[in-house]
């Protein structure tokens, strides 16, 4: 089995050098993850995590694999975001082959599409991968840091990043510019670089992820699955008259951050038919909530590694189901508060799919998603 905690050149060149690496991802804390490596469980669990009920290695790339209608054509030009939310662009010659994906996202896309044999290294997962994913991710090396040095990525050699904004400032990685100006491309999740995030990003993450290894017809199949699910839904409550109002909401003490209508969750929610409250307030207060009364609230919640997810779930409702201030909403009166997991609805990737059919369960909870 090729996975392991941490490459075995990179080993040998740190220990050669004399550092010191990290043997768990708790220990390998840098202030540019936006999650924070404290009390994170070790890189070994991660991987035993993520291990399939038994081998099934090569069946993500065959049940993705489809005839090809469509080939890339190199050299490839890519138009994505950097720290700056301004759009860069960058040419490959052709796809690459040593590849460092960073995040959640990021490592699913890949795995998601077949690549798990262009990754040189992962790391940052906060949470296992899908179980269809599990076979492809047992091939692949996750590090020891959560979120890698520079000196990590530097010894692997990769001819690309993909990663999240949060990774390339002057703590971390750097800038994009420095490694693309030695050879290395950077390929940074379109809605953690810009200030409007939106379905569409992810979608074309998705879809330049698939140019740029040549399995476009596997990224379009992606998309085109999500883009059918809102299709779906929309055509079937296209006859009903009272749409509900709603908002997404994630408790920060005694206040909500509220996501808006610059969120991909706030479009979720518009493209599927809900009128979304607030859609400009970036945080909102106990009165707020009152005041709005949508008819449907999804609460936002977010287990990390060695977290049991139904108590972080559950723990995150009370906060609005327990409260006494709260008890006279519509939503808790009739039962509509419903979790929504941060990694399907924030820099959400392949999980799209899933924010999409939750968003769209809890809009209309009689509704048959299969039909």
Not at 264 to 278: E, F, I, K, P
Not at 343 to 362: C, N, V, W
């Amino acid at each position: 089995m090729k996975n392991k905690a941490v490459t075995k050149k990179v080993l040998a060149v740190i220990l050669a050098a004399g550092m010191t690496v990290s043997m768990g991802a708790c220990a390998g804390s840098d202030s540019g993850n936006n999650s924070g490596d404290s009390g994170r469980i070790s890189s070994e669990s991660v991987v035993e995590d993520n291990q399939a009920a038994e081998d099934t290695s090569g069946t993500q790339a065959e049940e993705t694999e489809i005839e090809s209608a469509k080939r890339t054509e190199y050299p490839l030009t890519i138009t994505s975001y950097g720290p700056d939310g301004e759009e860069y662009t960058t040419v490959y010659e052709e796809a690459p082959q040593k590849v460092v994906a960073v995040y959640q996202g990021c490592v699913e896309t890949m795995l998601a599409l077949g690549l798990e044999d262009h990754l040189i290294a992962t790391a940052g997962l906060d949470n296992e991968v899908p179980d269809d994913q599990k076979a492809a991710f047992s091939q692949v090396d996750y590090l020891d840091e959560f979120t890698p040095s520079k000196e990590t990525v530097t010894m692997l050699e990769p001819d690309m990043i993909f990663s999240w904004v949060s990774l390339f400032d002057s703590d971390t990685l750097g800038a994009p510019q420095e490694w693309e100006d030695k050879g290395t491309h950077v390929y940074i999740n379109t809605n953690t670089a810009v200030k409007e995030d939106s379905l569409e990003n992810e979608y074309n993450d998705i879809l330049n992820i698939g140019k740029i290894f040549d399995v476009q017809d596997r990224a379009e199949a992606l998309v085109n699955n999500m883009k059918e699910t809102i299709a779906s839904v929309t055509e079937k409550t296209a006859d009903q008259e009272d749409k509900p109002t709603v908002m997404v909401v994630e408790s920060m003490n005694d206040t909500f951050t509220n996501y808006g209508a610059s969120s991909v969750a706030g479009d979720m929610v518009t493209q599927l038919g809900g009128t979304l409250l607030n859609p400009d307030a970036s945080s909102v207060g106990k009165e707020d909530l009152v005041a709005a009364d949508p008819d449907v609230i999804f609460v936002v919640y977010m287990p990390y590694t060695g977290d049991d997810p139904e108590t972080v779930k559950q723990e995150n409702l009370d906060k609005i189901l327990e409260d006494e201030a709260l008890a006279s909403l519509s939503a808790v009166q009739n039962g509509r508060v419903v979790p929504i997991m941060l990694s399907e609805m924030y820099a959400s990737a392949t999980r799209t799919q899933d924010g999409i059919e939750t968003i769209a369960k809890g809009l209309y909870p009689d509704l048959d998603l299969g039909e």
